[in-house]
């Protein structure tokens, strides 16, 4: 069985600095995906990054990086320039395709507060 | 625009009334799933249906159901609501089998009195 795992339940940044938020995985599967979503208080699921195990670069979206490490089975969000809008919960998923479909797990999550 | 819509926002029950939760989507993907999220906790997977195939996780309860009568519209049918099963309700779809994105629709807040 898959299994991700955050171990920061919440981050406090100031506002401009860049953050980290953790995210290991655990799965026997040779291919996979890696997800991030950003979900604010309003309560939508929002893509913010994705990362397949095949993927030879690390991905990034405009000031979303992600920090995939194979062999450590991390795959750590990189929030650069954070603005007060960031602040939100932000999960990481892994992707599992079964013999009917593909189906997301998802980590416990990081608050993220963004502060002057 | 909105591609996967999930109506009510907000819906209030009475403990024990069945309540109906929908999903519709504009993508015309072939997957559709429906997550429970409780306050403070990650979303945890109820079920999807691939087309017409209905998949139920192992540990969702009985008394949560699922229609889907077209590839656009997906229904969570809670036969009698519990305390318990106060929650924010995610739909999302996906295309295909593997490699394949999510998208989630808004959410409903189902409160139950």
Known sequence: AQKITQT????????????????TYDTSDPSYGLFWYKQPSSGEMIFLIYQGSYDQQ????GRYSLNFQKARKSAN?????????DSAMYFCAMREDTGTASKLTFGTGTRLQVTL | DAMVIQNPRYQVTQFGK?????????????????????????????????????????????????RRPNTSFC???????????????????????????????????????
């Open chain 1, 77 to 85: 969000l990189v929030i650069s320039a954070s603005q007060l809008g």
């Open chain 1, 8 to 23: 920061q339940p919440g981050m406090f940044v100031q506002e401009k600095e860049a953050v980290t938020l953790d995210c």
């Open chain 2, 18 to 66: 069945p309540v109906t939760l929908s999903c519709s989507q504009t993508l015309n993907h072939n997957v559709m799933y429906w997550y429970q999220q409780k306050s403070s906790q990650a979303p945890k997977l109820l079920f999807h249906y691939y087309d017409k195939d209905f998949n139920n996780e192992a540990d969702t309860p009985d008394n949560f159901q699922s």
């Open chain 1, 58 to 61: 690390n991905a990034t979206e």
């Open chain 2, 75 to 113: 229904f969570l049918d809670i036969r009698s609501p519990g305390l318990g099963d106060a929650a924010m309700y995610l739909c999302a779809t996906s295309r295909a089998r593997i490699n394949e994105m999510m998208f989630f629709g808004s959410g409903t807040q189902l409160s139950v009195l």
